[in-house]
């Protein structure tokens, strides 16, 4: 990247945003003019001189390090020019000479301070090339430039009144104007020489401009104590400011992993997580703190030590694009670990289905993987624009080789919006049935009822008729053909038959017309909200076939409990039932048979012997 990834939101040493130009060329002219001055021996002009060098060294760092704000700073002497632009205008017009004089000299002042600026800005924005050669000659091309095109003001045209005898507020406006022109002409010199002096210095703050702290260490490296230890560290290629950015810089990090560290068992603590839970945090998540914190520190070091050119930027590259990989792992569990602490109360919200929860968190991670592939694509400097447009391109190809994998994902997606099934339903499709298990953007897991776990694309349970078993709310079938002997009484079967009726009616586990059913749910259908819901309160007990070796009577109803287990209890204790009413009666069960005649060969009176084969199942 081109600017050191984090540092700005790991140090808070901002400086306030303020016009600093003009307090320091106003600084410089006072400077300026102590040095014009002829009494100065040549000790105190070097003092003087070694005084000023460091202002401005220690100004074009700030001004660097404060490149954005500076450069988002308008032309303060906009209205200014404007004014007196106007007011020279019309003082020629009503022939004021000296009025035109006094307004030109101050606009000319306001020119050369806005030079200064136009300078400093054009320098920064040359600093985004990663190029220092480059920015090295713009510099140079910079003040050519500049200066080249300055035009002095013509001294002539005042000489009358530089003599200080002459009153008035005009000719002292004048006398002062010309004096700050001068003055700000020699500043001129000087700051063109420091700039192109202090140029490459610039450059590293100006690239390192979101890292306030740079500007502040160059404070510390033009200290007392700066310039003792520099000696010491010039062989190390550091120097007291570079030293001082790496300590702080390691103090921070190390402050904030320990209150990372702190805050993280205090919120454990608070909620009271399991203690294999907590040794999942330390191993896998507290982990990568430590290993971004660790990465950080080195990445630091080498920036600092390397200084900001184009290898330290290959550097801040290659660590962050490790820092995306990290983080992305970071999110990744620390997103599937809350779910995983929360999933127990997920599960009891009644109206919120756990496939949805499934499919949100898969779709969650695959977006936090695709938003880290992006940023590192990003950072590679692969043209982002031209990706997505090829991938426009050779989406149709794409599609067309994926095309199984879309079906599927639109296939969970219709499931889910159709509400055809959930978690837990127990459903059936070519002859396979059993307890859905999840419901994937792929295919549908189905739990067997011989413990087999079976997976269903989701594109053919769309396209295919599923029984679902479980979306009944009241009444499971039973149904039973009863047979009953043809020797049997038919007075007896009738009456047997009406208390078969009457013993379902008043049975607690069957469902009849009184049985009540109240649905929370409002369908904006014209729909049956009983067939939707899955109600069924029929029951039937008729007389109805002459069999082959039985009387078969139909019994047909439902249970009011859909549960397997409470559905064969409730027709078990049937059957117990009706066994005792058909005996009450001394109505028989019938079993099939069959009669075979047998004839003797002898040819006189036949004589039938009947001969009974009985089977039973």
């Not at 000489?159 to 406006?173: L, V």
């Not at 809350?338 to 991670?365: A, M």
């Amino acid at each position: 990247m081109k600017k050191i990834l984090l540092l700005a939101i790991l140090f808070s040493t901002f400086l306030l945003s303020k016009d600093t130009l003009n307090p320091f060329l106003d600084q410089q002219m006072k400077v300026e003019a102590q040095l014009l001055e002829q009494n100065l021996t040549k000790e105190e002009r070097a003092t003087i001189q070694k005084k000023q060098h460091s202002e401005y060294q220690h100004f074009f760092m700030e001004y660097a390090a404060n490149k954005k704000d500076n450069l988002a700073i308008s032309n303060p002497y906009r209205m200014e020019i404007s004014r007196l632009k106007i007011r020279i205008s019309n003082n020629r017009q009503r022939g004021y000479k000296s009025a035109v004089l006094r307004d030109k000299a101050l606009l000319h002042e306001y020119m050369m301070r806005n030079m200064f600026r136009d300078i400093l800005n054009e320098v920064l924005r040359s600093t985004e090339n990663k190029s220092k050669d480059f920015y090295e000659d713009k510099v140079d091309e910079i003040l050519i430039k500049y200066f080249s095109e300055y035009k002095p003001l013509k001294m002539e045209l005042y000489k009358e009144f530089t003599d200080t005898n002459k009153t008035g507020s005009i000719p002292q406006t004048i006398r002062e104007t010309v004096k700050r022109i001068f003055l700000l002409e020699a500043v001129s010199r000087t700051f063109s020489a420091e700039l192109v002096e202090n140029r490459l210095n610039i450059y590293r703050a100006a690239r390192l401009s979101e890292v306030k702290l740079f500007a502040l260490a160059s404070v510390v490296n033009e200290s007392s104590l700066g310039q003792m230890l520099n000696p010491y560290l010039a062989p190390l290629n550091l120097d007291s400011s570079k030293l001082t950015v790496i300590i702080a810089i390691i103090a921070l990090i190390l402050i904030i992993q320990k209150i990372i560290y702190l805050i993280m068992n205090l919120i454990l603590k608070h909620y009271h997580v399991k203690e294999e839970d907590m040794e999942y945090i330390h191993s896998h998540i507290t982990k990568l703190f430590n290993i971004i914190a660790s990465l950080f520190i080195i990445q630091v070091i080498l920036v600092v030590f390397f200084g900001v050119d184009t290898k330290s930027i290959l550097i801040s590259k290659f660590f962050a694009v490790l820092y995306i990989i990290l983080f992305t792992m970071l999110i990744y569990r620390s997103s599937n670990f809350l779910v995983h602490l929360r999933i127990d109360r997920i599960q009891s919200y009644k109206y919120l289905k756990k496939e949805v929860v499934n499919l949100v968190i898969k779709t969650g991670n695959v977006l936090i993987i695709m938003l880290a592939f992006i940023l590192i694509l990003y950072i590679l400097g692969v043209n982002l624009t031209a990706v997505l447009s090829g991938l426009g391109i050779g989406g149709f190809a794409v599609a067309f080789a994926a095309k199984d994998s879309i079906a599927n994902i639109f296939g969970s997606i219709s499931i889910l919006a159709g509400d055809l099934f959930e978690q837990g339903d127990w459903i059936e499709i070519d002859n396979m049935d059993g307890t859905v298990v999840e419901i994937g953007l792929r295919a549908t897991t189905i739990r067997t009822f011989d413990n087999a776990l079976i997976s269903i694309p989701n594109f053919k349970l769309v396209n295919e008729g599923i029984k679902n078993w479980s979306r009944r709310s009241i009444g499971r079938r039973i149904k039973m053909i009863i047979g009953v002997t043809y020797e049997s009484d038919f007075e007896n079967i009738k009456k047997a038959i009406e208390e078969i009726r009457t013993m379902l009616r008043e049975h607690p586990g069957i469902a009849n017309e009184r049985t009540q059913f109240q649905s929370f749910y409002r369908q904006p259908k014209l729909i049956s909200a009983e067939d939707f819901k899955g109600v069924k309160r029929t029951t039937l007990v008729y007389m109805d076939e002459f069999a082959d070796s039985s009387i078969n009577i139909l019994i047909y109803c439902f249970s009011r409990s859909v549960v397997w287990q409470e559905w064969l209890s409730v027709k078990e204790d049937v059957m117990y039932k009706v066994a005792e009413i058909l005996k009450k009666y001394d109505l028989d069960f019938a079993y099939p048979a069959m009669t075979v005649h047998l004839a003797k060969e002898q040819g006189k009176d036949e004589e039938k012997k009947e001969q009974v084969v009985q089977h039973g199942f």
